[in-house]
Nanobody, 123 residues
């Protein structure tokens, strides 16, 4: 299967910046889309940003103009540059990847999640 490992979370003051990274490993046949979601206790997980293998991006309205998603050429690593952070951005950020893995004779779809990285923005 496919494993995702996130890094880059931490504590930052309001207005500051952080850069999250997520690296995928495993028997990846083709990666279609990677992205970031976030969740705070008591609330549903929400989409932050996604990027496709064609470099098409999609952002939640609440991060447009502040966050930038990007990927490496092989699309095994996705980044989230977070600028102008606000206290309401405090959450656990999860990496997600969608594609096909080559664990058998026929590639099969996978939809994997990382374990999450905590981002805390102080006021």
């Amino acid at each position: 299967q496919v494993q995702l490992v996130e890094s880059g979370g931490g504590l930052v003051h309001s207005g500051g910046s952080l850069r999250l990274s997520c690296t995928a490993s495993g028997s990846i046949f083709m990666m279609n889309r990677m992205g970031w979601h976030r969740q705070v206790p008591g609330k549903q997980r929400e989409l932050v940003a996604t990027i496709t293998n064609y470099s098409l991006t999609n952002y939640a309205d609440f991060v447009k103009g502040r966050f930038t998603i990007s990927k490496d050429k092989a699309m095994t690593t996705v980044y989230l540059q977070m600028d102008s952070l606000k206290p309401e951005d405090t959450a656990v950020y999860y990496c997600n990847a969608l594609g096909y893995h080559s664990g058998g004779p026929i590639p099969k779809i996978f939809d994997s999640w990382g374990q999450g990285t905590q981002v805390t923005v102080s006021s």
